[in-house]
């Protein structure tokens, strides 16, 4: 089972138990509708977090917001032909759109 599915279970269960938990203590402290609000920063928050999870959860598959390996890996390669005993030397690779890929 992929664990993404955890994840959102972990997630969405307690944002969705945590307004319950704090209806009656809003009632007690004679805050009634400002529940809501609390409840949506918080889920905002957590959801939030989840999402940039899930965006740095592949950082090796070439899109632009992943670490840049191929780019540096050529960077490394073609310092190291630069060097007095390399022989054979390739070209370097072109930018699309201000990134290496």
Same mark, same amino acid.
């Given at each position: 089972m992929n664990y993404q599915y955890f994840t959102k279970l972990f997630l969405y269960v307690p944002i969705f138990v945590f307004p319950i938990s704090l209806i009656s203590d809003f009632i007690k402290m004679s805050i009634n509708y400002?529940?809501?609000?609390v409840i949506f920063m918080i889920s905002f928050v957590f959801d939030g977090m989840n999402r940039v999870g899930e965006i740095n959860e592949n950082l090796f598959e070439n899109?632009?917001?992943? &670490? *840049?390996?191929?780019?540096?890996c050529n960077i490394i390669e073609?310092?190291?032909?630069? &060097? *007095?005993?390399a022989r054979e030397m390739q070209e370097k690779l072109k930018s699309v759109d201000g990134y290496l890929f």
């Open positions: 400002d529940v809501i609000l899109t632009i917001s992943d &670490m *840049p390996m191929t780019a540096l073609h310092n190291m032909l630069e &060097m *007095p005993e």
